[in-house]
């Protein structure tokens, strides 16, 4: 096998390895429940997905139970809202979202509590304690940095090799 051969097989397997790694699983979605996780009865509560990256579905889960589903239909959204209302004791449980993107479907979310109360509690707007949000865009930024420049290191060592290759012949 020559240099090249192995220069070039070397570069598939990277690329090969990479482009699978990108591919085995979704980064999870956060969850928030607005206007908390303490529901007066005979009010309403909206669940609040977000997801790192666009969407085809969002799906929104009390235990292992579906309770339903949202289709993306606009470029670049990120986000689903899931109305439930009236609750009612039935209504209380714990409430998970997960999303599809292509035939992939990410992990869960964390896990919210929803309870509801006889009595009548103060709507806040507060960010839910306890809830992490979505990571922001200025991470996913960094990352892809990173990713960029170990690519760009490695077609540099690649190039070196085929130059070096090339000289000797």
């Given at each position: 096998?020559?240099?090249h051969s192995a220069t070039v097989v070397a570069l598939v397997l990277c690329l090969g390895w990479t482009?699978?790694?990108q591919q085995e699983s979704l980064p999870s979605p956060s969850i928030l429940a607005d206007p908390g996780l303490e529901i007066p009865q005979g009010h309403s509560v909206k669940f609040v997905c977000t997801s790192p990256s666009e969407y085809d579905t969002f799906r929104l889960k009390k235990g292992s139970t579906r309770i339903m589903d949202v289709e993306n239909v606009l470029?670049?959204?990120k986000q689903a809202i899931f109305q439930i209302g009236p609750v009612n004791e039935d209504t209380a449980g714990s409430y998970q979202c997960l999303y599809q993107k292509e035939s992939m479907w990410s992990q869960c979310s964390e896990t919210l509590e929803l309870k509801v109360t006889s009595e009548d509690v103060p709507h806040?707007?507060?960010p839910v304690p306890g809830v992490t949000s979505a990571p922001t865009l200025q991470s996913y930024k960094v990352w892809n940095g990173v990713c960029m420049a170990l690519a760009g290191v490695v077609f540099l060592v690649l190039g070196a090799i085929i130059g070096e290759a090339w000289y000797n012949q």
């Open positions: 096998m020559s240099l482009i699978n790694t470029p670049y959204k806040t707007s507060d």
